[in-house]
């Protein structure tokens, strides 16, 4: 069983800063991609970003020059650092991983930018 722990949600005002962690309990190695995804409140959820087992990176145009993807392996732990946070940022998020043994994803943590 492939668990992925999300932490780093929170409350942060526009403009501000915030790092979002996906700790895996298998090597991020098995897996082809890992992404975030985000939920705002009333809406559909959408693909923030991408990142691929050989360290290539995808951004949503809304995100993009503001969210970095990033992943620590030795911790087996992707990042999300999010950058000039706007209110339209307000969402939950979510981490995946995709793999041929199956797609996973995390619990989901709670983002919420103040105006």
């Known amino acids: 069983q492939v668990q992925l722990v999300e932490s780093g949600g929170g409350l942060v005002q526009a403009g501000g800063s915030l790092r979002l962690s996906c700790a895996a309990s298998?090597?991020?190695?098995?897996?082809?991609?890992m992404a975030w995804y985000r939920q705002p409140p009333g809406k559909q959820r959408e693909l923030v970003a991408t990142?691929?087992?050989?360290?290539?990176?995808n951004y949503a145009d809304s995100v993009k020059g503001r969210f970095t993807i990033s992943r620590d392996t030795a911790m087996n732990t992707v990042f999300l650092q999010m950058n000039t946070l706007k209110p339209e940022d307000t969402a939950v998020y979510y981490c995946?991983?995709?793999?041929?043994?199956?797609?996973?994803w995390g619990q989901g943590t709670q983002v919420t930018v103040s105006s």
């Open positions: 995946n991983s995709q793999a041929l043994f199956g797609d996973y």
């Open positions: 298998i090597k991020i190695w098995s897996f082809n991609a």
């Open positions: 990142i691929t087992r050989g360290g290539s990176t």
